[in-house]
Nanobody, 123 residues
Framework: QVQLVESGGGLVQAGGSLRLSCTAS????????VGWFRQAPEKEREVVIS????????YYTDSVKGRFTISRDNAKNTVYLQMNSLKPEDTAVYYC????????????????WGPGTQVTVSS
């Protein structure tokens, strides 16, 4: 069983930046592809970005292209989500999740979830 924990959320003004971290507390996160998802109030969960096991394949949803980047440090058992030029519409609970491949993560075929971290962007 892999336990994922997100951190780094908070309140930021529009145009600002945040970096979220997703850390695995048990088995190594390097064995899995990882994705970041978000869910805003009264909206469905959406996949934001994902990264493959070796970091060579990433997926971005159109709304975050050019603003968000994902990276991983397998030695630290951590995946990062760097969010720049934040907009109020980025406000949501952000979750990281792990799966066997980036493609399956994007399809929502997930093995493990974190509890989420709140990101609030003020206008």
């Amino acid at each position: 069983q892999v336990q994922l924990v997100e951190s780094g959320g908070g309140l930021v003004q529009a145009g600002g930046s945040l970096r979220l971290s997703c850390t695995a507390s048990t088995r190594t996160l390097g064995h899995y592809a990882v994705g970041w998802f978000r869910q805003a109030p009264e909206k469905e969960r959406e996949v934001v970005i994902s990264i493959s096991l070796n970091g060579g394949n990433t997926y971005y949803t159109d709304s975050v292209k050019g603003r968000f980047t994902i990276s991983r440090d397998n030695a630290k058992n951590t995946v990062y989500l760097q969010m720049n030029s934040l907009k109020p519409e980025d406000t949501a609970v952000y979750y990281c999740a792990a799966g066997v491949s980036a493609e399956r993560v994007v399809r929502g075929e997930l093995l493990y979830w974190g509890p989420g971290t709140q990101v609030t962007v003020s206008s």
